[in-house]
């Protein structure tokens, strides 16, 4: 309980669905509104921008369907984020180990080749699921046993494997003859299919959906997920309760990493057919502000990943309509995601004047 101004905050015992559904609406309301007002500051017309934004991402059924293919990956690392920060793991890392898992998954790639279709395609996952795995396990292990900061550790995590793909791209693995930092093309035998023919939509999807639903049962209906959660509410009473807080922390990071890693995979067989240094395109960072926006749900981060999908595919469209510039966009996930995370207080607190002589 604190006194600011003469006003009173004090803990909400208990906040309805409805009262957190209306604060919900009302801070995307208000971040629609800032928003409106950053395009009428470039002098483009707000209708028109809005227009475009909301054609080019759901308008058609060809733009909804461009809208999951950007919000495949997202999917991914909304959830490696989710399952880290449930556990008050705080994860920045998911970045690094999205590339680490596309350049493990590429490595499976070139070296498993003669196996039949389907066990090549598992062989492929399961190797960028180990390479996002590895990433992530370094600054679990020095979290979990020697205490060490994971977001400074994460953070320089990023750094190092964007610089071990920067020297794959510019030496072994470069595309032969070319200048760009690329890789060969993958064999289509690694392609994911298609679920829909004459769209990029692939079964990358798929996987993202089954990934939502295992890492939801991972949660809710898991031993494993009720440590998880536990350590996520209170470490200390975690421990009192027999939890071995180091090792669920360890694990934490490996499956969050890993799932970060499917995504990385992702890209390369079912988008850009290639590895490339620009394959994340900040997916790791969009999918921490995914599962702030979540609540950290599982099933809450596909919705707003098919939303933030929907942004991006429709910022092109915007800029066309109304010249606005699709870096916009990027400033309006950042207010959609302070808008919200400001009104979720507002969940957990009630507002109260302070009498005076109270």
């Given at each position: ?23 919900v ?15 009428v ?14 054609g ?7 733009a ?38 596309a ?18 395609l598992?062989?492929i ?12 396990v370094i ?76 890492v939801?049962?991972l ?5 494993l ?24 922390i ?27 240094m ?8 969009t ?10 749900n599982p099933l ?47 969940a ?11």
């Amino acid at each position: 309980m604190t006194n600011v101004l003469g006003f009173r905050f004090e803990k909400r015992e208990h906040a309805s669905r409805l009262w957190q559904t209306m604060l919900v609406l009302t801070a995307i309301l208000v971040a629609l509104l800032i928003s409106g007002l950053l395009i009428v500051s470039t002098g483009a017309d707000v209708g028109k921008a809005f227009a475009g934004l909301y054609g080019g991402a759901f308008g058609t059924p060809k733009a909804f369907i461009e809208t999951l293919v950007k919000a495949t990956p997202l999917i991914l690392t909304g959830l490696a984020a989710t399952i880290a920060f449930r556990g008050k793991v705080m994860n920045i890392g998911a970045e690094g180990q999205f590339l680490g898992g596309a350049i493990t998954g590429y490595w499976a790639i070139l070296k498993f080749s003669f196996l039949n279709p389907w066990l090549y395609l598992l062989v492929i996952l399961f190797s960028a699921f180990v390479g996002g795995a590895i990433c992530g396990v370094i600054p679990g292990l020095l979290k979990g046993y020697l205490k060490v900061d994971e977001t400074i550790v994460t953070v320089m995590m990023n750094y190092l494997i964007v610089k071990i793909l920067s020297y794959l791209m510019s030496g072994p693995w470069q595309a032969a003859g070319k200048f760009y930092k690329f890789s060969e093309e993958v064999p289509q035998s690694a392609y994911y299919n298609l679920i829909f023919p004459n769209t990029r939509l692939d079964y990358g999807f798929l996987v993202a959906i089954i990934a939502t639903i295992i890492v939801y049962w991972l949660l809710q209906k898991t031993r494993l997920g009720f440590e998880i959660r536990s350590i996520g509410q209170n470490p200390v009473a975690a421990r009192f309760k027999g939890i071995n807080v180091s090792r669920t922390i360890i694990i934490i990071m490996i499956i969050s990493g890993g799932v970060a890693g499917l995504g990385g995979i992702g890209e390369v067989i079912g988008i850009q057919h290639r590895l490339r240094m620009d394959i994340s395109n900040g997916a790791g960072f969009t999918g921490i502000i995914i599962a702030m926006l979540a609540g950290l749900n599982p099933l809450a981060v596909l919705f707003v990943a098919i939303f933030m999908g929907g942004l991006l595919n429709g910022s092109n469209r915007m800029q066309i309509y109304s010249g606005v510039p699709t870096a916009l966009v990027y400033a309006m996930q950042a207010i959609v995601l302070l808008s919200l995370l400001a009104f979720q207080v507002l969940a957990k607190y009630r507002i109260r004047r302070v009498a005076k002589g109270g």
